[in-house]
Each structure stands twice: as structure tokens, then as C-alpha cells.
């Protein structure tokens, strides 16, 4: 168990359709990161969140956002959903950022479209 | 560029072998880190391993040991006498500056089966 908690596990909808994952971070840790899994793709970072604050950006689409809150928990939000979409999505934590630290992954979230 | 290969998509090995799961690096950095990761079947990622750029010592754990050699920009996994719980993808990933912050760049990682 890494400490990391991802709601749902599961999750599936429809195109067009808005959808809200969530992240709980290990306890003490205050970066958070959202990665996004596909099979053509492979593990692509999405964001990073610091203490409440944007810290990096990846391979995110205009279609998404995310947020980190005052405890620290984070939230993914997928608008416009197309069927390219259906992909796991791994929430990460560690304890402030650095590149020195390891990640450690919650068990994801399986997103499909229908 | 920060980059990450693993050039082995897929590898099968029958238990208690032994099997080396290769990966090689591309940065411009000079401290920077390298990581693995392993995904099992039930698909959580599990980290395993952090090194440290100046550190070139090789490192084993159990059954697990790690060769990390700067000269060829590889940090190559083995597994020892591999069981079948070993079954798993595993990601060599590397920590470095991309875009001014700092990130954490996969390999498109390598399918373990052990075979019974």
C-alpha cells in the first residue's frame, strides 16, 4: 500500500461528458502529480501541484484541469470526453517536489468512454 | 532532451532463470536520478529503486540488483532465479529539469512473464 488514494477505481461514461477524479496523498507529502496511462502513449505526465500551487505542466489538454486543495488532496477534471481519453489515470505523491524523491502511485483510476 | 529507452517491449523467461531488463538514459543534466518502477497484472505502480547520478555503486536487494554504469548511460534490473510473481511491466523512469521543473520521464517499459 503506498499511502496514496485515488476514488473511483473505476469509472465509466459517455463522450461528451465531464468526469472528476480524485487524490488523496501519503500523509506528509505536499506535491502532488497526475499521470495519464495509455497503451499507444505509454505513462505521460499530465501536472504537478505544490503545496496548493501549479508547479509544472505536461501533456495536458486544454480539456483538463486539475486543482490541489487546503488538505492538500487533489482533483482531476476531464470536460468534453472523447473516446481517446480511455486511459488509467495514476495519481502520484511526494514529500515536497524534488527530483531527488520517489513518487509513489496511488492504484489509479480506469476511465473508459463509451 | 530528456529521454528513456527500453528497448525490450517484451521478455518471457521460464521460473528460477535469470533475467536482465535493460535501460538506457538520454540527458543534458549532471545530477539527475533514476528510478524503476514495477506494475503488476492488478496495475498499481510500485516503486523499487532510486539512484542518485554520482552514485555508480551497483545495488542489490534480495533477489533484485540494480548496475548502473554512467560510461553507456544505462541502468540495466536483474532478477535472480525469477518466480512467477515477478510477472509484471516494469518502467525505468528518470528525474530531471524539462521545461524549467522538474519531472519524472518514463521508458515505454518492459512486459515480464516468468513461466512456470
Known amino acids: 500500500d503506498s499511502g496514496v488514494t485515488q476514488t473511483p477505481k473505476h469509472l465509466i461514461t459517455a463522450t461528451g461528458q465531464r468526469v472528476t477524479l480524485r487524490c488523496s496523498p501519503r500523509s506528509g507529502d505536499l506535491s502532488v502529480y497526475w499521470y495519464q496511462q495509455s497503451l499507444d502513449q505509454g505513462l505521460q505526465f499530465l501536472i504537478q501541484y505544490y503545496n496548493g500551487e501549479e508547479r509544472a505542466k505536461g501533456n495536458i489538454l486544454e480539456r483538463f484541469s486539475a486543482q490541489q486543495f487546503p488538505d492538500l488532496h487533489s482533483e482531476l477534471n476531464l470536460s468534453s470526453l472523447e473516446l481517446g481519453d480511455s486511459a488509467l489515470y495514476f495519481c502520484?505523491?511526494?514529500?515536497?517536489?524534488?527530483?531527488?524523491?520517489?513518487?509513489?502511485f496511488g492504484d489509479g483510476t480506469r476511465l473508459s468512454i463509451l | 532532451a530528456q529521454k528513456v529507452t527500453q528497448a525490450q517491449t517484451e521478455i518471457s523467461v521460464v521460473e528460477k532463470e535469470d533475467v536482465t531488463l535493460d535501460c538506457v538514459y538520454e540527458?543534458?543534466?549532471?545530477?539527475?536520478?533514476l528510478f524503476w518502477y514495477k506494475q503488476p497484472p492488478s496495475g498499481e505502480l510500485v516503486f523499487l529503486i532510486r539512484?542518485?547520478?554520482?552514485?555508480?555503486q551497483n545495488e542489490i536487494s534480495g533477489r533484485y540488483s540494480w548496475n548502473f554504469q554512467k560510461s553507456t548511460s544505462s541502468f540495466n534490473f536483474t532478477i535472480t532465479a525469477s518466480q512467477v510473481v515477478d510477472s509484471a511491466v516494469y518502467f525505468c523512469a528518470l528525474s530531471g529539469l524539462i521545461q524549467g521543473a522538474q519531472k519524472l520521464v518514463f521508458g515505454q517499459g518492459t512486459r515480464l512473464t516468468i513461466n512456470p
Open positions: 502520484a505523491s511526494s514529500h515536497d517536489g524534488r527530483s531527488n524523491q520517489p513518487q509513489h
Open positions: 540527458t543534458r543534466d549532471t545530477t539527475y536520478y
Open positions: 539512484r542518485n547520478s554520482f552514485d555508480e
